[in-house]
């Protein structure tokens, strides 16, 4: 950003200014682009404190047996997990896995990213969305997803295994 700046300081309508009104300018054009790359990085900052939270407080379920419809400690399904990681950021996701793989914008596969919703179909119908996880784990080869498993409660798991990957339908980012 700075060299396109710089580059429009070097036109010729700024050719008419005194070498002290032209450093003003360069001074000016120069805090501006250090001003805007800072509001960047705090985004960024921000998204990634949003993400550790989220990952942090779906992984202090782990273990927690799956309980369709619940979302309590107890028990709780899949979608019932996110809800309740997602609040920790004070969002509102919606409470099923079907309404949660419209929410957000779609991600590749190739493209997810910790916190990112993945979505399967588990039942009778291979095409309809019937189960959703969040990924926690992005390595070569590998994505590591947590979800609150029928038989063995909240766990994480690897997409690419031959089971989920057979299922995958999509993955969503909401923040």
Not at 10 to 20: E, K, V
Request: net charge positive; with cysteine.
């Amino acid at each position: 950003m700075f060299f396109v700046l710089l580059s429009l300081a070097q036109r010729s309508y700024f050719l008419n200014l005194n070498l002290n009104q032209m450093q003003r300018v360069l001074y000016f054009l120069i805090v501006a682009a250090l001003l805007s790359s800072c509001g960047a990085a705090k985004r960024a900052q921000l998204r990634q404190k949003k993400i550790d939270r989220l990952v942090a407080t779906a992984r202090s379920n782990t273990g927690t047996p799956n309980k369709w419809g619940a979302t309590t400690r107890s028990g709780m399904d899949c979608s019932g997990l996110l809800c309740n990681s997602y609040k920790a950021i004070d969002y509102d996701l919606p409470r099923t896995s079907v309404q949660q793989s419209k929410t957000g914008d779609k991600v590749k596969l190739e493209k997810v990213q910790p916190g990112d919703l993945v979505f399967f179909a588990t039942g009778k119908k291979k095409r309809k969305v019937t189960h959703v996880g969040m990924v926690t784990v992005v390595k070569k080869g590998k994505i590591m997803f947590i979800h609150s498993s029928s038989s063995l409660g909240v766990v994480e798991s690897n997409l690419y295994s031959k089971y989920y990957k057979k299922r995958f339908r999509g993955a969503r980012r909401v923040i």
